[in-house]
């Protein structure tokens, strides 16, 4: 016999577990600490998106929460705001944003990045110039960069004394712990019922 309301229970707990669970297992966020305390005057951090500008192997790298004293930054190629954070895309074939600082400070961003399952692979460099993009500084080529790989894994480098990267999973927002947990309650009513009929 079709019961309409057990349809539609499961419907709903489906959509509650998916909804919830999809926000809970978020991959995760890199933070990038760069110390440039043994350093003077005025830099520019250049962030380089570069890869496959397929539609198969499009990629983002969003930028958020930056701290240190940041000044004024110039954008080239596919990048978009979003919200209180930088989008960088590489459909475009590259996106390029040059962030002026003031060094003798410690810096600091969040990073989380969306792969595409094909294509060749995509990498972002962040490299640190004097103020005429004529010379690095602190580190000669990259202070970090994250290759990635389609359906597999990122690879970071950061292999000197003033840049440190830490993994970390991303915290979910509250309406999708409590969407998740009302999934997870509606799941046991349900199995509750079952029993008791």
Same mark, same amino acid.
């Given at each position: 016999?079709?019961? %309409? ?7 709903? &707990? ?6 919830? $669970? !999809? +926000? =809970?297992? #978020? ?11 043994? %350093? ?7 962030? &380089? ?6 539609? $198969? !192997? +499009? =990629?983002? #790298?969003?930028l958020s929460n930056p701290s240190g004293d940041f000044g004024s930054n110039e954008a080239f190629g596919d990048i978009r705001s979003g919200g209180l954070s930088l989008v960088l895309?590489?459909? !475009? ?26 294509g060749d692979g995509t990498t972002l460099g962040i490299a640190l110039y004097n103020e ?66």
């Amino acid at each position: 016999m079709f019961n %309409l309301k057990n349809l539609f229970t499961r419907a709903l &707990l489906a959509l509650m577990l998916v909804s919830g $669970a !999809g +926000a =809970a297992a #978020a991959g995760p966020i890199y933070h990038v600490t760069i110390d440039t305390t043994g %350093l003077s005057g005025t830099g520019v951090f250049d962030f &380089l998106f570069t890869g496959d500008a397929t539609s $198969a !192997g +499009a =990629a983002t #790298a969003t930028l958020s929460n930056p701290s240190g004293d940041f000044g004024s930054n110039e954008a080239f190629g596919d990048i978009r705001s979003g919200g209180l954070s930088l989008v960088l895309g590489n459909t !475009g074939g590259y996106a390029e944003l040059l962030q002026t600082v003031t060094l003798g400070g410690v810096f600091g961003i969040d990073l989380r990045f969306d792969v595409a399952p094909a294509g060749d692979g995509t990498t972002l460099g962040i490299a640190l110039y004097n103020e005429a993009l004529d010379a690095y500084l602190g580190l000669e080529g990259n202070l970090a960069q994250f290759d990635l790989v389609p359906g597999g894994t990122i690879g970071v480098s950061d292999d000197n004394a003033l840049t440190r990267i830490v993994a970390v999973n991303d915290v979910p927002e509250p309406a999708a712990i409590a969407l998740l947990a009302l999934g997870l309650a509606l799941m046991a009513w349900t199995a509750r019922a079952r029993r008791m009929h």
